[in-house]
């Protein structure tokens, strides 16, 4: 199977399984696992935070942020395509208490000015409207085709909310290769940001966990709030020390994973009845919409899967994610599966 469901499909590397049968572990809960606490200490240094915390799962970091940057009964900001509105069941609304106003962004690319965060705010608190606690962002942004925010953006945004007492949030699960794509760091991309959170089992490989980065105050908490979540792993530097691998050689090789994106939005832009606009294509993401192919993307999904071809799609449209365990070599057999299955034929 060539499967471009997700960066999320990837298999551990011999380096990484070995890294984890070798790794030496000790109790995490206590703060007592060495290779969990490298983990953590080069995650900080990376993005230039003062701590970090290794989590299961991308949904427990971002979880775990909104619930200690909030109170219940606050109201957090968010593009409406962002992962934690849509893809996290409901989390914040049970977890934090928060509720959640999904914001446009002006110009549809999915990445906010502060003119559309602003209008958004809301101060009053008392009677009418709900205190705004929180801005949350996304980068890359997954759902509008892995677009990037740009490092200014990102600290424009961060540091107009912290002038109106608000805190704010980075969904970082992709920030790697926010970074490759603009030619930065992940510290400049993620520079104002109170805590981000970046995911090890995504475009970096590894087969499991994220890890939160913030202030040593936020990261205490966030601790804490762990806990309760169920997400104490104990001996958890068999994983971690795959982390370490990932964190250390992965965001090198991204760069294919973008071209490789790219050559697949090109020929997929040129089939008949796709839409697909090439600009939104800066990453390992590419989206488009079939519906003027005259089949449905569920259609066209079922036949791709009988071709040994998996992608997701999603009312009208279909997203396909590159990442280390696709190659160049398999793209014009995704390209001819594709542009048979659009025609139905
Ligand atoms: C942008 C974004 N944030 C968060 C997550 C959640 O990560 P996890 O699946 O590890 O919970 C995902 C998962 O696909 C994602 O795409």
């Known amino acids: 199977m060539i499967d471009l469901r ?10 990484m399984r070995r890294a984890m049968a070798e790794a030496v572990v000790g109790d995490d809960v206590y703060g007592e696992d060495p290779t969990v606490n490298l983990l953590q200490e080069r995650s900080a240094e990376t993005f230039s935070k003062e701590a970090a915390l290794f989590v299961p799962s991308g949904t427990m970091g971002n979880q775990i942020a909104v619930k200690v940057h909030t109170r219940p009964g606050d109201e957090m900001i968010i593009e409406e395509r962002c992962h934690i509105f849509n893809y996290e069941v409901g989390a914040s609304a049970i977890i934090a208490g928060v509720t959640i106003r999904p914001v446009k962004s002006g110009d549809g690319s999915g990445i906010l000015t502060w003119d559309d965060v602003e209008s958004a705010i809301s101060t009053d608190g008392i009677y009418d409207h709900t205190q705004t606690g929180l801005l949350c962002l996304e980068n890359t942004l997954n759902l509008a085709g892995g677009r990037v925010m740009s ?36 510290s400049e991309l993620t520079k104002n940001c109170d805590s981000v ?13 994220s ?4 202030s040593h105050e936020f990261i205490n908490e966030s601790r804490v709030w762990r806990k309760r979540l169920g997400g104490g792993m104990r001996q958890a530097g068999v ?10 050689e992965s965001p090198k090789r991204l760069h294919e994973d973008h071209t490789n994106a ?9 089939i008949p009845g796709i839409a697909l606009d ?32 998996l992608a997701s799609g999603f009312g009208t449209r279909i997203r396909i994610v590159t990442h280390l365990d696709f190659h160049a070599d398999k793209i014009q057999t995704v390209l001819d599966g594709m542009r048979v299955s659009c025609a139905g034929s």
């Open 6 to 15: 997700s960066d999320t499909v990837t298999k551990p590397s011999d380096g």
């Open 151 to 186: 490092a200014e953006r990102c600290a424009e945004l961060a540091e107009k909310a912290h002038e109106r007492g608000i805190p704010v949030h980075l969904d970082g699960a992709r920030i790697f290769n926010a970074a490759v794509a603009s030619s930065t760091t992940v």
């Open 197 to 209: 959170q970046f995911c090890l089992s995504k475009g970096l490989g590894a087969p499991v966990g």
């Open 211 to 214: 890890v939160l980065v913030g």
């Open 239 to 248: 994983l971690a020390a795959a982390g370490i691998i990932a964190l250390d």
């Open 262 to 270: 790219r050559t697949l939005a090109e020929g997929i832009a040129e």
């Open 278 to 309: 090439l600009r939104t294509v800066e990453t390992n993401i590419v989206i488009f919409d079939v519906a003027g192919t005259g089949r449905t993307s569920a259609e066209i999904c079922s036949d791709l899967k009988e071709k040994g071809i």
